[in-house]
């Protein structure tokens, strides 16, 4: 009988050991949930809302951050027109080989340029931005885990001033969703900061919404086409099923019936 206590005591002793050291352990941040067009097997991009994100991306974000896997030409996957893309290009200065006397030259875009990246080299950005480059945005939502939920969260997610209890460090600026709740990145979107053309209210939120489909869609610029494919497939393949359903009642028909 005392054996059975003890054995039942060190049993739970033992049990609850592991769970005491995993609670001492913090849990990885799960940003909320955030309705997305774009999630799911069928979702579509809203071609709107990333016309908007890509104007946040160029006006905000492309002042620090690079996004080199685009061409100017790859814009019109979210509808815009030749002449836009024309103009836009032309109104980049990009960075073209030393003259003859070794002088750095510049030249106006081409729609086939890739985006022009804010700093010649990482380093350069680096030295810039206080130590740390600004990272190259072309797979930013693909990196993360929970991309789009965390990337609209950590744009949400300043807090200015700090919670009292936050620890101050020079340069450095407090959000939630990152580690340490400290960043290298200011707190880069401001409400009516910019005016969106289609009249939609340029709020911190809406930016933050619009500008993360943008970073979506930049890292998988062809999931429209191949939802769209992927709904015709599943219907063709419905279509072959009720037809061989079909056939199947037939001949059964006449292989009873005789
Ligand atoms: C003033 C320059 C600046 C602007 C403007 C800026 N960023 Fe940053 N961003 C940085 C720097 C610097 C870092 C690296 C900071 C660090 O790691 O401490 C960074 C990091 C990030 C990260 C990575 C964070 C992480 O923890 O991995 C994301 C995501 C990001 N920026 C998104 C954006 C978006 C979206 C915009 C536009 C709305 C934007 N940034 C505008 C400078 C900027």
Redesign the pocket.
Known sequence: MKNARFLALAAAAFLSAPLTTLAAVPEPLVPPHQKWDFDGPFGQFDQKALQRGFM??DR??????GMKALTYNDLSGIGMSEQAILDLAHSKMIAGPPDVSGQPTSRPGRPDDHFRSPFPSDEA??AM???????D?SR?AV??PHGAD??YA??TGYKMPPPADAPVVPG?FY?D???GH?????P??MNGMIQYPDGTPATVEQ??RD??SF?VWAADPHRNARHRTGLWVVLYLIGLLVLAIAWKKKTWKRVKSQ
Do not use: E, R
């Open positions: 946040v991306y905000i974000c492309s002042t620090c951050h950005a680096a931005m206080g130590g740390v480059a600004p990272p945005q930013l990196i993360q965390w990337l950590f744009l450095k959000n969703w990152v580690d400290l960043i290298g990145m200011p880069p979107l930016q933050a500008v993360t970073l």
